[in-house]
């Protein structure tokens, strides 16, 4: 493993932090015997660096198990997303897309360890601090755990800046369709960034692409905020979640992408659980009553 010294100054602060929260809830998923997503090489991010090396990454390290507000029932919330996500890219894949762009893709590791079909690209964007983080991690690990059926490019650059010349040059060609993820980034955009980066999947989305990504409606209410899910990462692990939230009025991006010829289906995540027969269901005080998985598709021809 890389010195871990190294590798801390990308993934300390912020949205770095909850790219290792996340880590460390699909490393737990991982090892749960009704693993909803499996992903080897999560527990690696998370003890490669300072913040994060004590905390869990498999079941028997979270005493609470489901009850616990932080890594069961957000845990299996994220475990959720991580399936739900994975099956829309591969849907798009083995039905001919052979782009996929991972837009603020922090510790993803989707192109090593999904079963693409061959001629698949996936690009990764984001800031130069946690591409590096995660290379040196993967750098560490022997090869034969880093094989892919997918050509990986990564792209580092601020998805609040101009990004497109950077997509482009590394091969990106916005004639061909493709598929489109925001995975836990637009909650953290300002509004006018998260239209400017809708508009952007607009220019570049051939016919045939599609895009999914995470949203939530409007701003957390007194009671919501109150949240043992928000207390707990902010007391446990330093991550406060509400603080990194936008504060602004949140665009109504599904409706945009409709105003531009996409089709657009708009889920809670409860209607996975249910699906799945796994992952959280509503509850008081509820911090995921409010998000959203939106899935929108600009038809071909």
């Not at 909850?18 to 690696?44: G, N, W």
């Not at 001629?119 to 094989?147: H, M, P, S």
């Not at 590394?170 to 400017?196: C, H, I, Q, S, V």
Request: glycine share 10%.
């Amino acid at each position: 493993m890389p010195d871990t010294a190294r590798q801390d100054s990308g993934v300390t602060g912020g949205v770095g932090l909850t790219a290792l929260m996340v880590a460390a809830a699909r490393a737990v998923e991982t090892h749960r015997p009704d693993a909803l997503a499996r992903d080897a090489y999560a527990e690696h991010f998370v003890r490669a660096a300072r913040p994060s090396a004590r905390w869990p990454v498999r079941p028997d390290q979270v005493p609470d198990g489901d009850a616990d507000p932080l890594w069961g029932r957000l845990g299996r919330y994220f475990g959720l997303r991580t399936r739900v996500l994975d099956d829309f890219l591969l849907r798009q894949t083995y039905g001919g897309v052979r782009q996929v762009v991972l837009l603020g893709a922090g510790l993803d590791t989707r192109a090593l360890r999904l079963d693409w079909p061959p001629g698949c690209t996936v690009f990764e964007i984001d800031q130069e601090e946690v591409l590096a983080f995660k290379r040196a991690v993967l750098d560490g690990l022997a090869r034969e755990r880093r094989t892919t059926r997918a050509t990986r490019v990564t792209i580092a650059a601020d998805l609040r800046l101009d990004w497109v010349g950077a997509l482009t040059g590394a091969g990106f060609d916005p004639a061909a369709p493709a598929a489109w993820l925001a995975e836990g980034l637009l909650l953290y955009l300002p509004g006018a960034a998260e239209r400017r980066l809708v508009a952007t999947v607009d220019a570049l989305g051939a016919a045939g692409s599609a895009l999914a990504y995470e949203a939530k409606l409007g701003i957390e209410s007194a009671a919501v905020r109150d949240s043992p899910v928000y207390a707990a990462a902010k007391e446990r692990i330093g991550v406060d979640l509400l603080a990194l939230f936008d504060g602004e009025p949140r665009p109504d991006s599904a409706a945009d992408l409709a105003g531009r010829g996409w089709s657009t289906t708009v889920h809670t995540p409860f209607h996975f659980t249910r699906r799945h027969g796994r992952g959280p269901l509503p509850e008081r005080r509820d911090a995921l009553a409010a998000n959203r998985w939106v899935f929108a598709h600009r038809p071909r021809g």
